[in-house]
């Protein structure tokens, strides 16, 4: 998968700069190789530290997605080749998911204005970038997901954290369902802090070149409500909510505490609009192991800290590799297409936990971890 980060940095009337940064892999919908992290995460760290830099813009090339995911076509193809062995890590997993958790937790560390324009799909990876960010901005065309239970994975990427910042069972359901939800329902959520028309991008950038700059807390504050100004007339142009008519059934559906009946309480919401439809199909093909980790994120550990979430989640998305159960995921979406994986169990009724609990046993001491520094 070819794919880079294009980098500019726009001067400003004030003298100072923005630096922008654009993913450029439109033939995957940008998704996220290797190289692009590591160009993406070096980068931030240079901006970072760089005083001329007064702002940071993340965005992406073409009209159809911000960022689909991570690259795990490679990952696959990197199982395949050196597959995962008991109780050791797979090396391009672990380079990879260490990177990508990296640059992720720096984004939500940021201490300069970091806006991501989430235009067209956001999700997996996706999310990852843009959930972390001081300004998180969508248009009328962006669709959210979280959609790892149709690979056998989780919702990583901060996850384990960013799902539990939300109401109450909605978290948990959108991990189970991969539900896809829109501008609307992220406002009401609270997972978006602006809606812009997609076509005033252009316009964004010249007003941020034209902002008089000043400390820190100042351009916080300067963007807040350069945003606000931008999205005036955005209310015409929004799409109905899909989530919020289902609210109430979705919280009651979603608070037992025997994932089996979660399953039949969702399958069980009053509805037959194609988006619940859809959500519920998702939720039954899905992996039944990916369902229980996903439950354990929201339950058992809805009070981590955020560096914790993504040490926690490393050794998560390593131990998914170990079993198998990602690579019969991304198999049976991405590479044969097939749309029939052979998931370990056939339903969450029949979820050994024992295996579960291995899922959640790290591969490290705590010292020796990669993200051990991650929030020091």
Same mark, same amino acid.
């Given at each position: 998968?070819?794919?880079?980060?294009?980098?500019?940095?726009?001067? $400003?009337?004030?003298?100072?700069?923005?630096?922008?940064a654009e993913l450029d892999n439109t033939s995957s919908l940008n998704a996220l190789t290797y190289d692009?992290?590591?160009?993406?995460?070096?980068?931030? +760290?240079?901006?970072?530290? %760089?005083?001329?830099?007064?702002?940071?813009?993340?965005?992406?090339?073409?009209?159809?997605?911000?960022?689909?995911?991570?690259?795990?076509?490679?990952?696959?193809?990197?199982?395949?080749?050196?597959?995962?062995?008991?109780?050791?890590?797979?090396?391009?997993? /672990? /380079? @990879?998911?260490?990177?990508?958790?990296? $640059?992720?937790?720096?984004?939500?560390?940021?201490?300069?204005?970091?806006?991501?324009?989430?235009?067209?799909?956001?999700?997996?990876?996706?999310?990852?970038?843009?959930?972390?960010?001081?300004?998180?901005?969508?248009?009328?065309?962006?669709?959210?997901?979280?959609?790892?239970?149709?690979?056998?994975? @989780?919702? !990583?990427?901060?996850?384990?954290?960013? #799902?539990?910042?939300?109401?109450?069972?909605?978290?948990?359901?959108?991990?189970?369902?991969?539900?896809?939800?829109?501008?609307?329902?992220?406002? !009401?959520?609270?997972?978006?802090?602006?809606?812009?028309?997609?076509?005033?991008?252009?316009?964004?950038?010249?007003?941020?070149?034209?902002?008089?700059?000043?400390?820190?807390?100042?351009?916080?504050?300067?963007?807040?409500?350069?945003?606000?100004?931008?999205?005036?007339?955005?209310?015409?142009?929004?799409?109905?909510?899909?989530?919020?008519?289902?609210? /109430?059934?979705? +919280?009651?559906?979603?608070?037992?505490?025997?994932?089996?009946?979660?399953?039949?309480?969702?399958?069980?919401?009053?509805?037959?609009? =194609?988006?619940?439809?859809?959500?519920?199909?998702?939720?039954?093909?899905?992996?039944?192991?990916?369902? @229980?980790?996903?439950?354990? +994120?929201?339950?058992?550990?809805?009070?981590?800290?955020?560096? !914790?979430?993504?040490?926690?989640? #490393?050794?998560?998305? #390593? =131990? $998914?590799?170990?079993?198998?159960?990602?690579?019969?995921?991304?198999?049976?979406?991405?590479? %044969?297409?097939?749309?029939?994986?052979?998931?370990?169990?056939?339903?969450?009724?029949?979820?050994?936990?024992?295996?579960?609990? +291995? #899922?959640?046993?790290?591969?490290?001491?705590?010292?020796?971890?990669?993200?051990?520094?991650?929030? $020091?």
């Amino acid at each position: 998968m070819a794919g880079t980060v294009n980098f500019q940095q726009l001067s $400003c009337t004030s003298g100072h700069q923005i630096g922008v940064a654009e993913l450029d892999n439109t033939s995957s919908l940008n998704a996220l190789t290797y190289d692009m992290i590591k160009l993406l995460y070096t980068q931030l +760290q240079i901006w970072q530290d %760089d005083d001329t830099i007064s702002c940071v813009v993340l965005c992406a090339a073409g009209d159809k997605a911000f960022c689909a995911g991570g690259d795990v076509r490679a990952m696959y193809h990197a199982m395949q080749n050196s597959p995962p062995k008991k109780n050791q890590v797979q090396p391009f997993l /672990a /380079a @990879y998911f260490t990177l990508e958790y990296q $640059c992720d937790y720096l984004i939500h560390t940021y201490t300069k204005p970091i806006i991501v324009w989430g235009d067209g799909i956001v999700m997996g990876g996706g999310i990852g970038l843009y959930i972390g960010a001081s300004h998180r901005v969508l248009t009328q065309h962006s669709k959210l997901a979280m959609p790892e239970i149709t690979i056998g994975l @989780y919702p !990583d990427v901060g996850g384990t954290w960013f #799902l539990n910042q939300l109401p109450t069972g909605i978290g948990l359901f959108l991990g189970l369902t991969g539900a896809v939800i829109n501008a609307s329902d992220a406002i !009401d959520l609270r997972i978006a802090d602006h809606v812009v028309r997609a076509e005033h991008k252009a316009e964004l950038f010249e007003q941020l070149t034209h902002n008089p700059w000043r400390s820190v807390e100042e351009n916080h504050l300067m963007v807040d409500e350069l945003l606000a100004n931008l999205a005036i007339d955005v209310v015409p142009a929004m799409p109905a909510s899909q989530l919020i008519p289902y609210f /109430a059934q979705i +919280q009651a559906a979603c608070v037992s505490p025997k994932l089996s009946v979660v399953y039949q309480q969702i399958m069980a919401i009053d509805g037959l609009g =194609r988006w619940i439809e859809k959500a519920k199909a998702t939720m039954q093909a899905g992996s039944p192991i990916s369902a @229980y980790i996903c439950f354990r +994120q929201v339950n058992d550990y809805h009070h981590m800290p955020l560096a !914790d979430c993504f040490r926690l989640e #490393l050794d998560l998305s #390593l =131990r $998914c590799g170990e079993l198998g159960e990602f690579q019969e995921g991304v198999r049976a979406l991405l590479i %044969d297409k097939t749309g029939d994986p052979q998931w370990r169990f056939n339903s969450v009724d029949h979820v050994d936990q024992s295996v579960i609990d +291995q #899922l959640f046993t790290s591969y490290w001491k705590p010292q020796d971890h990669p993200l051990a520094e991650l929030g $020091c």
